[in-house]
């Protein structure tokens, strides 16, 4: 079986083969990508939470150092503001100013020596540290407190930053305030961005957010290594999917697939091969012989195609071209040449279809010419108790199409069965014409053929003939007509136009 375009197999493989491994390192990357987000965002919460408890901390403490009462600074005072210091583990220090400057600290009623430099950190001055004011009372809290979570690996970076103006209250020792502020702000520029996952989680309490960075790095080893698990299993997909489109690939080069291809690349053309009338050796028409040119240029004989054509169901649509291509190449020259005829063969699958007849009347009214003029050839075997056939020969013969039986006398039925067919000649098989002048059975039975054709009133074609012996033998006993390579082998639609009989009587 030729092939349609060699280059489809290769791809079609390649697809089948690439396809499954290609969806499952999307579909790895989608659930790889899905679990890193997940956790960073578990992530993010866990450390909102952490800031939002540390601060929620130091308001209390806050609150409950404005609920003291004086005399401040002095012994009590100072009792309750250690009190609440040691009650509140992150709280390092709670101070007590009068206006703006600061008075006494838990730590000591001496401002400056304790154990932050409260003074400093009030004025803003220590960032080791975060001062909460409210009222005449300050809580001095560790902002490691904040960020004191275990890390998620050690590629991460965070902040607890203040949403009023974007400044970090606590950070990792190697997060960028700088990132934290722009991530807050959502104006990250093109450097920043690259390779990061960026993470905002604002806290609905508190003037605060949680700002997390990750390089994609540990994503993308974790897709790597999903990869990894899924490799054996996208293998043996692609082996699947490789071995399905193959055989999908077979199917559709099968035979079925290449002769659709070919009707619908036309690569079908019809030969004409002349038969001559051997009584005059005037040319009588000629048989319509159908030819397939393949994309590579080589010729297939119908003998090849035309079998597998039937069986598959596809002959229909090949007579079909057939019958345009006598109908365009024959046209004129059949209306300018009323005594010449076309011979079409129909094989079984072509009687059988209902609109046969409508169709070749129908073409020889669209030619102008008469149904004389186009003769069917069928096979014995076509029309053997096949009763649609058998309809069909009575529609084609009443529509005055001749009907002639070709390769006579290789099939299996009578001169007496076909003589119940509406018939106007058989085609006298090549075998037999080969036998004459040899001393074979076979040269009997050619003489004894001719004889009851005749008896029954039927024309006859001798097919095949080569030899001035076999002519001159034809001739000698009335067959009307003959056709062979001694005449003509089959020709192009212009060649049979031109074409005049060489041997004439
Ligand atoms: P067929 O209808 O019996 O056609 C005669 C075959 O004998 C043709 O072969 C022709 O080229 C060949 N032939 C003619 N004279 C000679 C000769 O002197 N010596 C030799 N050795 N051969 C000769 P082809 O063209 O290969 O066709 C083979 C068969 O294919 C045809 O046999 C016919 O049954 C079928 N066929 C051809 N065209 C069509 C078509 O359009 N429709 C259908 N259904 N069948 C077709
Ligand atoms: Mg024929
Ligand atoms: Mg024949």
Redesign the pocket.
Known sequence: MMKLRPWYMPVAIATGFCAPALLIALVSYGIAQQAFLHRIDEFSGRVLLRAEMVAGEAQNALAEANATSGPYCGEAHLHALREIERKYRYVREVAYLQGSTLACTSHVADVGKGLVNAADVAAGLDSRFVALRDRQHLVIVDPRFYVDIVPLDNTIQLGVVDTANGQAIARWPHADPEILKQALAGKLDKQAMEGRIFRVVRSKQMAMAVVIYEPEMPFQQAWQKLLYICMPFALAMSLLASWLVLRWARKWQGPRATLLEALRRKQFFVQY?PIIELDTGRCSGA????RWRTAENVTV???TF?PMAESLGL?PQ??DV?LAQIARDQGAFLVANPSLHIS????AS?LQQSDVVGKLTGMVAQMGIRPQQIWV?ITESACVNDPVSLDTLNRLHHAGFPIYI??FGTGYSSLAYLSELPLAGL?VD?MFVDAIGKATATADITEHVIAMAQDLNLNIVA????TAEQHAYLKARAVQYG????FAR?LDAKAFQNFQPATAA
């Open positions: 091969q048989e319509a012989l159908v004989s119908p003998a035309i002959l090949i007579t057939v079409v063969n129909f094989a072509d050839e070709d390769d085609k090549k097919e095949g003939i080569e056709q062979g390579w001694l089959a």
